[in-house]
């Protein structure tokens, strides 16, 4: 039994993991947003916090046990120059996971793992977009409840002219009948006056 077993095997072995984790953490330290599957982005944004928040010391024994994971120099230096300082004094937290729904092809649930201080403009927008699809949804709703206002006033008024028709047809064909019926007794006292002839 996995009592108490933190984290998630990816269906990897170990050393796939620690790889796929090390490339996941480089990608998203060169590109600063990244999109993958949930399980994977919440492995590597714990992998990456914890490197960034041993980066956040600044001396040597730290830079070089970051250095064992992140391989790629350029991203290195970019960690320890640009992004340490752009996050501040910020205490934890540095990355977020937005999901996105499934992906089309397998099913799998996809999210952007992303540097929280790169992309706060970009989540703005999209919470924007957000509003106003749901503002939208409801104008469309709003529209429906309008539409069935009229179409019950039009449906009431189609009914009461319906009624108008059918009872305008039924005085005239009560008068055909009266007519026929009429006809008939004439033309059977006519019948009955050539019989007796």
């Not at 009592?3 to 170990?14: C, E, I, N, P, Q």
């Amino acid at each position: 039994m996995r009592h108490a077993v933190k984290g998630r095997k990816l269906k990897r072995t170990t050393s796939h993991k620690k790889a796929l984790l090390e490339n996941l953490a480089i990608a998203l330290l060169r590109h600063k947003k990244i999109k993958t599957t949930v399980a994977k982005a919440k492995e590597a944004r714990s992998f990456v916090e914890k490197l960034i928040t041993k980066a956040r010391k600044g001396d040597l024994s730290s830079r070089r046990y970051v250095a064992r994971f992140i391989k790629d120099r350029e991203v290195l230096k970019e960690l320890f120059s640009e992004i340490l300082v752009k996050i501040g004094d910020r205490p934890g937290g540095y990355t977020r996971v937005v999901k996105l729904g499934s992906r089309r092809g397998d099913g799998a649930d996809l999210a952007i793992l992303e540097l929280v201080d790169y992309n706060e403009g970009e989540v703005k927008s999209v919470k924007k977009k957000e509003e106003k699809q749901v503002e939208a949804k409801k104008d469309i709703v709003d529209g429906k409840e309008e539409k069935t206002e009229a179409e019950k006033t039009a449906a009431s008024e189609s009914k009461d002219e319906e009624q108008s028709n059918i009872e305008d047809v039924n005085k005239d064909s009560g008068t055909k009948e009266e007519k026929s019926s009429d006809d008939l007794n004439s033309e059977s006292e006519s019948n009955a006056e050539k019989k007796e002839n």
